[in-house]
């Protein structure tokens, strides 16, 4: 029987990027993975209407430092992925593998020279209010100082 935070949860998974050419199997494997979990605040209250209803939630698997953060490499295939709006969810992120410290990205579109638009992403610490809305699905997620 699922529990209450499993329903809301409804993406538990690990996305990874393409692996370079030439690299050992097991650290080409895990280097450049994050554990992606998504939940939707709407399913359990749908009486209530939230800005953000979806909150992506984004831990690096493996302990690895990397130069990139999965909402600036895997942010716009993700949301692809489960037709998610950039401007309708609460990203959060542990930037440091080594800190239990989490940061919430915004979504920023910005125009290609050529047409179109891309996703540019800055960060900011967690808000205490998001924290208390994300800790009952996954305990771990706290403030960054």
Partial sequence: MKTKGELLIYFDGTYRLKPKEGGTAPIRKW?????????????SRPDIQYLRPKIVVAV???GHTLTSTCAGSL???ICNDFDLNTDEILWVEQLNPDENRFHAAAFV???YQGGG???????????????????PFIPEVSRAK
């Fill in 109 to 111: 579109k910005k125009p």
């Fill in 60 to 62: 690096r698997i493996g």
């Fill in 31 to 43: 280097k450049n993975a994050w554990r992606i979990r998504i939940i939707d605040l709407g399913m």
């Fill in 117 to 135: 638009f891309y996703d540019s992403v800055t960060w900011r610490p967690i808000l205490p209010n998001e924290i208390d809305a994300i800790k």
């Fill in 75 to 77: 942010g716009h295939k």
